[in-house]
């Protein structure tokens, strides 16, 4: 008996009997090779339904984002997602913008860049698409219109300070006031300088508290008071400022990727490094089995850290189509984060996602991911980030001149105000997702 009709096969026929069979098996198969052809033809001609999208990750970041993320979305919607992973996206963006051929969808770091775009009607309202409860204030701000343009694919940690495994804490502390044993590097391109931004930020936000912080980073207090001055100073003092040619030398030629190269070698050349987490997948770290501490803790021997500097990878739609539209739900699921951080070994803060255990072997993931999601912690936007462009920019070059010529400090601050009193400029209404008491 056939398995398939439940009735016994039929004897074979004459030829002549079998050959419609054969023809109709012919044109089947020229049919599946004729709807290929179409397939291909119509992805060649773009006709394909298609989603483009600008983003910072390259290399391994770019293959693991594919496989974790665009894959499974392009699988499950026959949408085609045209990806372009460029270091300089806010270059790539802001020319394709000026050409009317800006991408669907944009990743960048800077929610003060996005809130420009949207200040002028580049971007589309995330209203019905996301639910920003699924994020925290700091991470989907509304802006003074009371939407909410952008959200985080992944967050990291800025308030800490790497050292390797087996330094002890009094080696650390001592460490802490010797500038030779701190790993700098401010080269990044285009956007060099932003390392010692970060170390500003960070001490003015660990010495301060948030409300000072916040009133810093939406224009509200200038850069000449005594207290971002001060923040200044005390980054001066800690990396030798103007002091040893050979390490300043050193600090403003080494990309911020190469800072913690000398930690790993023999004999060491430095032995903490601030840096956001994501330098914990440097080779040298890696290899020197890389810890962390609080950076309040370290640099002032406070107790419990009262806020964190925080960053994240930032989504925004300029096109509102079926396509866009989908590929924006499914990079705020929580499926689709959860991929991506546990394959990239980044961290999500969606709501649905858990931080989960800690990796087997590692230190630092489960600790991390907790404190981004801790909600009695306060977390502070990165404040460079999420001021305008041009003075996000002004502030990362002053951060190279001030290293090389800390006596021009006075003369740097005085231009940041000017430049930050310029009329027209986006200032976000809010970087922190609460406020908390300043400094006992």
């Not at 639910?131 to 940690?157: I, M, N, Q």
């Not at 001055?229 to 030398?249: H, P």
């Amino acid at each position: 008996m056939s398995a398939r009709t439940g009735h016994a096969p039929a004897a074979p026929g004459p030829p002549s009997a079998r050959r419609p069979a054969r023809t109709l098996t012919v044109l089947a198969s020229c049919l599946v090779l004729v709807a290929t052809a179409v397939v291909v033809g119509v992805r060649a001609l773009g006709q394909e339904p298609t989603v483009t999208l600008l983003a910072n990750w390259t290399g391994q970041d770019e293959r693991n984002f594919r496989e974790a993320v665009i894959e499974p979305f392009e699988r499950k919607y026959r949408i085609h997602v045209d990806y372009q992973g460029s270091n300089a996206e806010s270059q790539v963006l802001g020319a394709d913008v000026e050409a009317g051929t800006p991408p669907d969808l944009v990743v960048l770091t800077g929610p003060g860049e996005l809130a420009e775009y949207a200040r002028q009607k580049h971007l589309v309202a995330l209203d019905g698409l996301v639910d920003r409860e699924d994020f925290g204030t700091s991470w989907a701000t509304p802006l003074a219109d009371g939407h909410v343009y952008w959200f985080p694919l992944k967050a990291d940690l800025k308030s800490i300070v790497w050292y390797p495994a087996g330094v002890g804490e009094q080696q650390r502390r001592q460490a802490v006031r010797d500038p030779a044993r701190w790993c700098l590097g401010m080269g990044s391109g285009a956007t060099s300088g932003w390392p010692g931004t970060d170390w500003i930020e960070d001490i003015l936000l660990q010495r301060y508290g948030p409300d000072v912080y916040a009133r810093w980073a939406r224009g509200d207090l200038p850069w000449r008071s005594k207290q971002v001055k001060g923040a200044w100073t005390t980054w001066g003092g800690l990396v030798g400022a103007g002091g040893d040619e050979d390490l300043v030398r050193r600090a403003l030629k080494t990309p911020y990727q190469s800072a913690s190269e000398p930690v790993a070698a023999t004999p060491r050349g430095c032995l903490l490094e601030h840096q956001a987490s994501f330098i914990r997948n440097q080779p040298a770290w890696q290899r020197a089995d890389g810890r962390y501490a609080p950076s309040a803790q370290l640099l002032f021997g406070a107790g419990a850290t009262r806020a964190w500097e925080v960053s994240g990878d930032l989504v925004a739609l300029l096109h509102d189509t079926p396509q866009a539209k989908k590929l924006i739900r499914h990079l705020a699921s929580a499926d689709a984060q959860r991929a991506w951080t546990a394959r990239e070994s980044g961290f999500s803060v969606h709501a649905g996602v858990e931080p989960g255990p800690d990796d087997a072997g590692s230190t630092w993931h489960g600790p991390l991911a907790r404190v981004l999601r801790d909600e009695r912690a306060v977390h502070c936007f990165d404040a460079s980030d999420a001021m305008p462009p041009a003075v996000r920019d002004a502030f990362a070059e002053a951060a190279i001149e001030f290293l090389a010529h800390p006596g021009h400090l006075d003369a740097l601050l005085r231009s940041l105000d000017t430049l930050s009193g310029t009329r027209g400029l986006t200032w976000l209404p809010s970087v922190c997702d609460r406020s908390s008491p300043g400094p006992p």
